[in-house]
Each structure stands twice: as structure tokens, then as C-alpha cells.
């Protein structure tokens, strides 16, 4: 008989009801100027995951943001809420300029 004691999950604490996520879909220029802007998540549970893989430099520069961020701004956020917000801003970047975009002219140069 095991004497470990069987605590509630995320779930049960918080609820788990179910959420209602957008659906991802490949965007065109005149959908993106009638759609209403997305913001990035911030602190709500997440349902989906992928895994991303970086160099150790790019970590570290990670870390480095989240550390300047609580200290120089008093936000403590995770690294994840870093990416997520990084993310949105790069995506709602192409959506409005395009080929003038921080992501594309980066993706663009050469290896």
C-alpha cells in the first residue's frame, strides 16, 4: 500500500473547463484587415505545446531578457511568456507590412 498522498490536479483546481481557441488559418491580406487583432496570452493555461530548439547563446540572450525585464521594468515573467509575446509581435508585423517586416527580412537573408 503506497502512503503517498494522491493530490488534485491543475484540473480540479482551477476548474478545467474547456476553453475556446481560434482556429489557426492561413492568412490573406484582406482577412487580416478585418480581423479583430489577437493579442498574445500572457498567464492562461495553454493547451497546446511545441518544442523549440535553440543554441545555448540564444538561451542565454533568452534569460538575459526575462532577468532585464524584472528588473528593469518589475515584470516577472517566464520565458515562455517572453516567446509568446515576441511571437505576436512578429506575426502581426508580416500581417500589416509584409515583406517590410523585422521576420521576413530576417528569414530572407541568406544562411
Known sequence: MSRRVK????????????????EISPVDSDA???RAPRGSTGRVRH???IT???SEDELLDLEHARLTLRRHYGL????????RAALHL????VEV?????????RLSEPA
Open 7 to 22: 493530490l488534485p490536479g491543475a484540473d480540479e483546481l482551477f476548474g478545467g473547463g474547456s476553453q475556446v481557441v481560434d
Open 32 to 34: 487580416a484587415e478585418d
Open 47 to 49: 493547451d497546446e505545446k
Open 52 to 54: 523549440v530548439y535553440m
Open 76 to 83: 516577472a515573467v517566464d520565458r515562455g511568456r517572453i516567446v
Open 90 to 93: 512578429a506575426i502581426s508585423e
Open 97 to 105: 507590412i509584409g515583406d517590410e517586416s523585422a521576420l521576413v527580412r
